[in-house]
């Protein structure tokens, strides 16, 4: 491997490089007795390491910038009063402060640097530099993107360079207007990223994913919160959208299908293709008998957070006391159905639109025609699950676009325009599943709705007799196989169906509310009869 010199970052007094560590060399680094606070791991019964990320045990979107110059100025979604979002303006003098916070941080230390491709397309991936003094963060970049080859190694030329100063606090954030002593900025111009005071993992793979939206639909290429999976001669894609939560990973993982990936994809004209290298599971509450795939995944190499392990390495998967959020990342190839050499397969032919409808009023599926397709694509409406973002804690709903607000770079309008084309192309059908409550008060069993996705995919769905259910103008299937019947009209899961219909009038009007914001121009207006109607 070429030796790198840091100092062209503005990184001095380097002690040590740990460059591109293998997992054996990880193991060591991240268990070393003599480390402490949120940079020891330890080892678990299964023989994945668990470490704790501190007080940000899950994304923090408060704290994320985006540097405002003539590049990004007129290109970038910026948070506005009439729509807010994620994409805060941070100065070109605040950038290079953080900048100097982190370089600071990381001077004089040994260092672990990690290169990583973004991106299974060659064509159109980023070549990453991730640099921090943290080995279990190292570790999580390994598994969660694309390892280079030895050879891609040799001539591996970053186009893209993260610094994570975790350890680092924004003292004079106020001054820089910034959030919190926490910061996740980033230079679209420069392509850098400084991280902050967070030692959330997700808060780097999430990042990149940012950035892949943001390069990618300017190239005409859809970039795409979902997981993707096709059929075992890998024919039939499906892909599934949905925001943190909702089960893009627990119904991606399915042993009867190839998986793709889990959480983040692009829509080229070769098919669909997976960003990342490995998988970033939820595991509160996992259960080996009902996700055994997950289960069998967390051995050595996959790195848990913030779970909870007695002195003897004993896991308690049912303890939220840290976080509702608990995690494990993983190679792929710790799952044994999945696409392979390259996570890639052809167009979609199955869009799944997961909604966890905290609500209780979606149905557990409808089909969608292609007009509700875009409609509800735009709003994204679903839940924010516990834990899933800092101060979340309990399900909150929430109307994000493209079912990943929090991670658009651009309007939503243009990932609508992407998907749209590609499923146009490829005669995909689109549907909403409600992966959340319903009128029993409880979350829709995942029994149920494994039910209804193999449905989905196998065509059940569109050999059953169907009816509309009022004011969404959805169409539902009467009976499914597998799927329990009772659930499959809302209304019959209320002890009295005018409470569904209160709340369903209630939440219609929050629709066309919400989408009043696309409304400005022709195309949006024209979808709005597609919407729910009072
Ligand atoms: N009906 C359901 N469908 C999918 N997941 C469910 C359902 N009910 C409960 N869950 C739980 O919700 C969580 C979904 O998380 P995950 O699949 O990691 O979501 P994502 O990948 O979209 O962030 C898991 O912990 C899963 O066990
Ligand atoms: C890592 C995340 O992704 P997801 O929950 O969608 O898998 C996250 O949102 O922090
Ligand atoms: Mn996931």
Redesign the pocket.
């Known amino acids: 491997m070429a030796e790198i010199n840091l100092s062209k970052y503005g990184i001095s007094g380097t002690t040590e490089i740990v460059h591109n560590p293998s997992y054996e060399m990880l193991f060591e680094e991240e268990t070393k007795p003599e480390l402490e606070g949120f940079e020891k791991g330890q080892v678990s019964e299964l023989g994945a390491v668990n470490v704790m990320t501190g007080i940000y045990t899950?994304?923090s979107p408060k704290d994320k910038f985006i540097v405002m110059d003539e590049n990004s100025k007129d290109t970038v979604w910026w948070t506005s009063d009439e729509y807010k979002n994620d994409n805060h303006p941070a100065s070109e003098e605040t950038w290079k402060a953080v900048k100097d916070i982190a370089l600071n941080e990381l001077s004089n230390k040994k260092l672990f640097v990690v290169d990583a491709f973004c991106g299974a397309n060659e064509d159109t991936r980023m070549s990453i530099r991730f640099i921090m003094e943290v080995a279990w963060q190292a570790h999580f970049i390994r598994n969660m993107f694309i390892m280079p080859t030895e050879e891609e190694l040799e001539k591996f030329e970053p186009d893209f360079v993260v610094y994570n100063a975790s350890k680092a606090k924004v003292e004079n954030y106020k001054e820089l207007g910034l959030n919190s002593e926490t910061a996740v900025v980033f230079n679209i111009t420069s392509r850098e990223q400084v991280i902050i005071n967070t030692w959330?993992?997700?808060?780097m793979?999430?990042g990149m994913f940012s950035m892949m939206n943001y390069y990618l639909p300017l190239k005409g290429i859809a970039s795409m919160?979902c997981?993707a999976n096709t059929d075992m001669n890998g024919e039939n894609t499906a892909i599934f959208f949905?925001?943190?939560?909702?089960g893009?990973?627990t119904l991606s993982t399915d042993p009867k299908r190839l998986l793709i990936g889990?959480?983040e994809h692009g829509w080229d004209d070769e098919g669909i293709f997976n960003f990342e290298g490995g998988?970033?599971?939820?595991v509160i509450n996992l259960d080996k008998e009902s996700e055994p795939d997950i289960y069998n995944a967390i051995k050595r190499d996959a790195l848990l957070e913030n779970v909870t392990l007695d002195a003897e390495g004993k896991i308690d998967f049912n303890d939220k006391s840290v976080t509702e959020?608990t995690?494990v990342s993983y190679p792929i190839n710790h799952i044994e159905k999945i696409v392979r050499p390259v996570s890639a397969a052809p167009a979609a032919k199955e869009v799944i639109f997961l909604s966890a409808d905290a609500f209780g009023v979606l149905p557990p599926v409808s089909i969608l025609t292609p007009e509700q397709t875009q409609y509800y694509f735009l709003s994204g409406f679903t839940a924010k699950?516990a834990g899933?973002?800092r101060g979340i804690t309990e399900p909150t709903p929430t109307f994000s676009a493209c079912f990943?607000q929090?991670?658009l770079e651009l309007h939503p309008t243009k990932y609508a325009e992407e998907l749209v084309k590609r499923m146009e192309k490829s005669g995909a059908k689109a549907y909403l599943v409600n992966t959340g409550w319903n009128g029993t008060g409880k979350r829709i069993s995942i029994r149920d709705t494994r039910g209804i996705i193999d449905a989905i995919l196998n065509g059940d769905i569109l050999k059953a007799s169907t009816k509309k259910i009022p004011y969404f103008n959805f169409d539902v299937p009467t009976e499914l196989p597998g799927v329990d019947t009772n659930i499959l009209d809302p209304r019959n899961t209320y002890a009295d169906a005018s409470e569904w219909e209160t709340k369903a009038k209630d939440l219609a009007q929050r629709f066309v509310k919400n989408f009043a914001k696309y409304e400005g121009n022709e195309a949006g207006k024209a979808l709005v009869p597609a919407g729910p109607q009072l």
């Open positions: 899950g994304r959330y993992g997700g808060e793979k999430k919160h997981s949905g925001l943190s939560g909702t893009k990973t889990d959480d998988c970033y599971a939820k959020n995690r699950l899933t973002e990943g929090a991670f």
